[in-house]
Structures are given as structure tokens and as C-alpha cells.
């Protein structure tokens, strides 16, 4: 039989450091396997490649433009699927729909954003711990200590 397409794997995980820091009780994340579309996502952000060639010299400059919680930020976007954190007004600090085929996905990517940024440090990285769980090859030091 040939190869059929199945969705996604994910998997819910306990955020038990996050728990622990902040008192709380059962603060979870589900992310899923990325598919080849969402690699291609994640690969976009070292597209952004200049290079400068100087007058009367054999100088050539290559820079690439991202930061590692940039990439952070975006492998979780791409990924997480439902998550229970409250915000501060307390309602779901993220916002997912469902698309055709009943998957979870993070509605709006501003919102995300803003989301994202206004959460601890020590929680984004718990949370990207995750992400890597089932993307290993997005397993990359990215200068930052994991």
C-alpha cells in the first residue's frame, strides 16, 4: 500500500517549571510535529541575506538578520496547537481556531505577538523545550542557553 498522509503528531505536555516558579496547578502546552510547509516557514527567516561588496577592496559582507528568541517565537507559533495560560484580563492568553479538518491552529499572528512577548522569559522557554520534544531537528544552539 502507498505511502497515505496522516495528520500531525502532538502531544500535550505540563508546563512543571512554570507551575512551580508561579504556584500554579496544571498549565499545560500541545504543540505538533511540523509539517514540510511549516519547515519552509521557519526556513524563511535566513532568507533575509545581504551582502556588501566595497569600492577598491576584496571585502565582501554577508549578515543574516535573526535573533534566537525570534526563532523561539516563531517554531512555537508554528507549532503550539492550545494552550491553557490566563492573561492578565483572565481569558486565554492565546487565541486558536479550528480549521476544515478540525486541527488547532493560533488565529492571528499579531496577537500571538503580543501574547508571546508579555510572557516570562523562564515560560517561553519551557514552552520551546516542548516544541523541540517533537521537532527535534530544530534542536540548534542558537547562542542562548537552553
Known amino acids: 500500500m502507498a505511502f497515505k498522509l496522516s495528520p500531525p503528531i502532538e502531544q500535550t505536555f505540563p508546563l512543571d517549571k512554570t507551575d512551580e516558579t508561579y504556584t500554579s496547578k496544571g498549565t499545560q502546552v500541545t504543540v505538533k510535529q511540523a509539517t514540510q510547509g511549516e519547515h519552509k516557514k521557519r526556513s524563511d527567516i535566513y532568507a533575509n541575506i545581504l551582502t556588501r561588496f566595497q569600492r577598491n577592496s576584496d571585502t565582501v559582507e554577508v549578515a543574516q538578520r535573526f535573533s534566537p528568541p525570534e526563532m523561539q517565537a516563531l517554531e512555537?507559533?508554528?507549532?503550539?496547537?492550545?494552550?491553557?495560560?490566563?492573561?492578565?484580563?483572565?481569558?486565554?492568553?492565546?487565541?486558536?481556531?479550528?480549521d476544515s479538518k478540525g486541527r488547532s491552529y493560533l488565529e492571528d499572528v499579531g496577537a500571538f505577538q503580543l501574547a508571546w512577548d508579555s510572557l516570562p522569559t523562564e515560560v517561553c522557554q519551557e514552552i520551546h523545550d516542548k516544541v523541540l520534544v517533537l521537532n527535534p531537528s530544530w534542536n540548534q544552539n542558537l547562542g542562548e542557553a537552553s
Request: proline content about 4%; glycine content about 4%.
Open 76 to 98: 512555537v507559533r508554528l507549532t503550539m496547537t492550545d494552550c491553557n495560560i490566563i492573561g492578565e484580563d483572565d481569558k486565554p492568553l492565546f487565541k486558536f481556531a479550528k
